[in-house]
């Protein structure tokens, strides 16, 4: 199995440029998760689907972050526009009926 | 809101210590999660406990489940440089979504 895949591996941006995170969850897995990790706030739940339906967006910061499930198989999450205290690393992660979550690399993301 | 301490932050030791770090919570979780993350990588799922009391062991890493199921225990025997990284515990809470501690970051020299 190929795991988790996420793409950018890096995105190096200006202040107020649209950034899109690409993810693809592992084959039969149903549910995925969006987190960002930073040095000061550790890792952070943004949003997570299961079943391709948004269930908890809590975590989002604010109207400039979106997230979309199109299809089992892909995932993106938007930032529009981006500002440089976005600027972490973005995860994706998978799991099978809620259980235990497998991550995707991430998406160092860099706003100047 | 469910939230995961954990402790120490940061540990630095010899090769061949032995070392716990320590996951704990007010909240009961349904489940407890330990993962090992390494520089530009995500983190990688260690073990889950589900039972109170619960021991697992992989290898030289011996995991606990309290019996209240509000706090674990990483314990890891005879480290190795191979052991370095972030250890994270996770929390199956509310909605079924993982609550993080915030890591403790192990260095082992060699």
């Known amino acids: 199995d190929a795991g988790v895949i996420q793409s950018p591996r890096h995105e190096v941006t200006e202040m107020g440029q649209e950034v899109t995170l690409r993810c693809k969850p592992i084959s039969g897995h149903n549910s995925l998760f969006w987190y960002r990790q930073t040095m000061m706030r550790g890792l952070e739940l943004l949003i997570y689907?299961?079943?391709?339906?948004?269930?908890?967006d809590s975590g989002m910061p604010e109207d400039r972050f979106s997230a979309k499930m199109p299809n089992a198989s892909f995932s993106t999450l938007k930032i529009q526009p981006s500002e440089p205290r976005d600027s972490a690393v973005y995860f994706c992660?998978?799991?099978?009926?809620?259980?235990?979550?497998?991550f995707g690399p991430g998406t160092r993301l860099t706003v100047t | 809101t469910q939230l995961l301490e954990q402790s120490p932050q940061f540990l630095s030791i010899q090769e061949g210590e032995n070392l716990t770090v320590y996951c704990n919570s007010s909240s009961v979780f349904s489940s407890l999660q330990w993962y090992r993350q390494e520089p530009g990588e995500g983190p990688v799922l260690l073990v889950t406990?589900?039972?109170?009391?619960e021991v697992k062991k992989l290898k030289r890493l011996t995991f606990q489940f309290g019996d209240a199921r509000k706090d674990s225990s990483l314990h890891i025997t005879a480290a190795q440089p191979g052991d370095t990284g972030l250890y994270l515990c996770a929390g199956a809470g509310n909605g079924n979504k993982l609550v993080f501690g915030a890591g403790t970051i192990l260095r082992v020299k060699s």
């Open positions: 992660a998978s799991s099978l009926e809620l259980a235990e979550q497998y």
């Open positions: 689907f299961n079943n391709n339906v948004p269930i908890d």
């Open positions: 406990v589900v039972t109170g009391g």
